[in-house]
């Protein structure tokens, strides 16, 4: 009912951002499509996952080339669809990421504290990297989008710094450490993780296994 009803609006294709199932609901809405001559895209994001860069950029080809008008849905339209829909805005509109972000918000039920608010958290990571050196999403997404890195990140609660001198933090400590000869190796990863807990004011701490620390 509700794909004869977009039909009616003029809407000539559906992106479902659950991807393409065997569930009875999938199977129904791609006969619909087919009988009332909407283009279904399947493209399969996850809430509590942040996408490959291949994803990414399979996004802003659909954007590119869907035919308008263009519905996106997933199941609930607070996570994967706000996430879709902010990635638009940085990816074809030029939005600002405040701009991007107001469509991961408690307006549309996205909770930032839960495990889907990684989504958001990638926006941060993108604002906070290119601060200094504005760069435009799908630049940032190509050469600098580390996306195991970023879901570490936001586990241990906090974006990486770059820091103010010529490598980040944690490059400056373990490049102190690393070369002590015949320090313990788990060691010399404790004095790592003091050394970058104390030059960011205990901001950021690297992500490890278990509890380490110096000395």
């Known amino acids: ?35 009332v001559g909407i283009t279904l895209i399947d493209l399969k994001l996850n809430s509590r996952y942040l996408p490959r860069v291949e994803t990414i950029l399979e996004l ?10 263009l519905f996106l849905h997933c199941k609930s339209g607070s996570d994967r669809a706000g996430f879709a829909s902010a990635l638009y805005l940085l990816l074809r509109k030029g939005a600002s990421v405040a701009e991007a972000k107001g469509q991961l918000s408690l307006r549309y039920l ?9 989504l958001s958290y990638l926006l941060d990571a993108y604002a906070a990297d290119t601060n200094a050196a504005p760069m435009p999403f799908r630049d940032w997404v190509t050469t600098r989008y580390d996306r195991e890195a970023l879901m570490a990140g936001y586990k241990a609660g906090a974006v ?12 400056t400590a373990l490049v102190k450490h690393i070369v002590e000869p015949g320090l313990d190796l788990r060691l010399a990863f404790g004095r790592v993780r003091d050394d970058v807990l104390k030059s960011t004011a205990n901001r950021q701490e690297p992500f490890v296994y278990g509890s380490l620390g110096g000395e």
């Open 160 to 171: 990486a710094s770059d820091g103010e001198g010529q490598n980040s933090p944690f490059a």
């Open 60 to 69: 802003d080809r659909i954007f590119a080339e869907a035919e308008r008008p």
């Open 110 to 118: 996205h909770l930032r504290g839960g495990g889907t608010g990684v």
């Open 1 to 35: 009912a509700e794909v004869r009803k977009l039909a009616g609006r003029g809407v000539r294709t559906i992106l479902n951002l659950r991807g393409e199932t065997e569930w009875g609901s999938y199977l129904l809405e791609r006969e619909t499509c087919r009988e």
